[in-house]
């Protein structure tokens, strides 16, 4: 449903979002539209509605509900929210040519590190793809298949030329591992370790015929948005570390 | 070392939890805080908190060895980190903000655990299963078990919030919120990284990941509400308590939901 938003239909839309919020806050600050994505109420609203669907999705499992329309719109919002206060923060740290405070660095880093995760998450979806295939041994493989049951043709030939596995004392499988060529060259595999295939492209060892032992399941992940995502997870980690060394600032709004 | 020994060093490590705590409670709020019969309480109540901590950490440490791998997979394992972290964490903010009472609580609330991996211990697990094989395997489960024993301390917190009123158990609230939300965020964070190496996506949505995200937004809804507007003190507390009976529905709870039957966090059941 969302292929037709594939690159580079999907970059220019996220240079025109970008372009469309930098603008508002640039020439229309005092514009109703941005007080409101300022406020405290566009905040709650964006971590409340962002809550209540997980808590649904949590319940009842339906992860389709991250597919749909209104959760893509959502997700819209969400990212406006946070460039928005982004754009505020970065102001009110430098309007004043005081150096950025501690604090505003955390701020910084955990709100720009949540939207360049999200951001490289949502605006690349179109361009994720994840196909599987059964890998018989010294047999190549040409074709793999999306969780619709749809064929995609590899740009490469993978064969299996070897798998084994290893049983705890308990007789569950301790580890198990397949050795692949890749237009033949060869690479092991194993839970965990999986093989770059080329940009934003990795191959994995999912899963093996437990009953006979004659295939291996492998999965070819494409991601090329993932390195900007890992940005942003890195972002966060370094604003998780600030909020750890910082913790709370001193405040006394409590209604009794 | 095996399990059977457990009984021994669970009880002692309650026992001296809970004689530190009776110490804390001795010393008096009123007294000066430079007095010797108020230094000598609180520094007997460390001590013994310590040992206390230092019991349980040994027993981890030797169930470690000879499990050849680290005690982080079952519930019974993951329940004894969550112990030894309740009562460093308890121990952690006694020695901080004096609290006199928060030690009574993080030894009620480890000795809550130590009583059930007596009773109930699920270790009948011992080999660890391939996706559990790497390097974040520690950080992950550690660092969320640190942040579930602090955030488990604002819980106690703001359940007292809801009958007293007072600055300082915010302030306490406050700082223990932000750091196991930030523990709760390098959990999440590393757990994401982890996804993509085992499974292909950093997130996808499973039963556990989709209940860490619902955890982790009560948290930071409670720090947005704290820093944006004024708030009546009985919602921050309802906030606190609904964010930790999620966090335990992260926890375990997520395991006996019918939608999370096709969850890949499969193996602590």
Known sequence: ?????????????????????????????????????????????????????????????????TTTWPFVIFMLYFQSVLAYVILRGWREATAT?????????????????????????????????????????????????????????LDYSLTLEDFTVSYGADGIPSDYRAVVSVDGEKTE???????????????????????????????VVREPWRYGALVGIVMMLIGAFMLFVGGPRRNNNIID | MTWDLFILFGILSAVFSAGGAIFALCANDHWSVSSVRYRQRRGWAILLSVVSVLVLASFIVLLWISLGRPPLKTMGETRLWYSFFALLSGLLTYA???????????????????????????????????????????????????????????FLIALIGLFKKGKDLFEAA????????????????????????????????????????????????????????????????????????????????????????????????
């Open chain 1, 1 to 65: 449903m969302y292929s037709i938003f594939s690159f580079p239909v999907n970059l220019v839309l996220f240079l025109l979002w970008g372009l469309s919020v930098v603008l508002m806050w640039s020439s229309r600050r005092k514009s109703g539209f941005v007080r409101f994505m300022l406020s405290s109420g566009a905040t709650y609203l964006a971590v409340g509605i962002f809550l209540v669907i997980c808590l649904v999705i949590g319940i009842t499992g339906c992860r389709w509900i």
């Open chain 1, 97 to 153: 040519g005081a150096r950025l405070g501690a604090v505003r660095w955390r701020f910084l880093f955990l709100h720009a590190g949540l939207l360049v995760t999200i951001g490289f998450a949502y605006w690349g979806a179109p361009d994720t793809a994840t196909y599987r295939m059964q890998a018989f041994k010294d047999v190549p493989v040409y074709e793999a298949y999306d969780d619709d049951g749809n064929v995609k043709w």
């Open chain 1, 189 to 219: 595999l194993r839970v965990n370790h999986p093989c770059y295939l080329g940009f934003g492209e990795d191959l994995y060892l999912t899963s093996y015929d437990t009953s006979a032992g004659e295939y291996c399941v492998l999965q």
């Open chain 2, 96 to 154: 901080w903000w004096r609290f006199r009472w928060i030690l009574s609580f993080s030894t009620v609330l480890a000795t809550v655990f130590i009583v059930i991996n007596i009773l109930r211990p699920e270790i009948h697990d011992q080999s660890l299963m391939p996706a559990l094989q790497s390097p974040w395997f520690i950080p992950h489960v550690t660092v969320y078990m640190f942040s579930y024993s602090l955030l488990g301390c604002a």
């Open chain 2, 174 to 269: 406050d700082t223990l919120v932000y750091i196991g939300t930030a523990f709760l965020t390098f959990g999440m964070l590393t757990g994401a990284i982890w996804a993509k190496q085992a499974w292909g996506h950093y997130w996808s949505w499973d039963p556990k990941e989709t209940w860490a995200m619902v955890t982790w937004l009560c948290y930071v809804l409670y720090i947005h509400m704290r820093l944006m507007g004024r708030t009546s003190r009985k919602t921050l507390c309802l906030l606190l308590i609904f964010s930790f009976i999620c966090l335990q529905m992260c926890w375990w709870g997520v395991n006996y939901l019918p939608a999370a039957q096709d969850s890949i966090h499969v193996y602590n059941r």
